[in-house]
Nanobody, 117 residues
Framework: QVQLAESGGGLVQAGSSLTLSCVAS????????MGWYRQTPGKQRALVAR???????TYEDSVKDRFTISRDFAKNTVYLQMSGLKPEDTAVYYC???????????WGQGTQVTVSS
């Protein structure tokens, strides 16, 4: 059974930092590309950051200088370090695991991040 367990969300003030974690089980973690997406009410889920199985990273433009995605193969965990948080970063953040062939795609349950001004 595949499980992506996110943690680390919360309520913070603007300018603060948070680190989200996602522990993957039931998949061959080293094979999968991992990503963080976010969603706000009435909007589609959108990519925040992605890290490939070889460590290449991609970021959405608005977070490029503030967020860092990383992965620990020994712990089957992907992280999203967020700094300089802004109210517009408020969203539910979802962990994603996608096999490179695109045939398997899994989501976590989401973790709420709320940034107050």
């Amino acid at each position: 059974q595949v499980q992506l367990a996110e943690s680390g969300g919360g309520l913070v003030q603007a300018g603060s930092s948070l680190t989200l974690s996602c522990v993957a089980s039931g998949i061959s973690f080293a094979v999968y590309h991992m990503g963080w997406y976010r969603q706000t009410p009435g909007k589609q889920r959108a990519l925040v950051a992605r890290i490939t199985n070889t460590g290449s990273t991609t970021y959405e433009d608005s977070v490029k200088d503030r967020f860092t995605i990383s992965r620990d193969f020994a712990k089957n965990t992907v992280y999203l370090q967020m700094s300089g948080l802004k109210p517009e970063d408020t969203a539910v953040y979802y962990c994603n695991a996608r096999r490179p062939l695109g045939d398997y795609n899994f989501w976590g349950q989401g973790t709420q991040v709320t940034v107050s001004s």
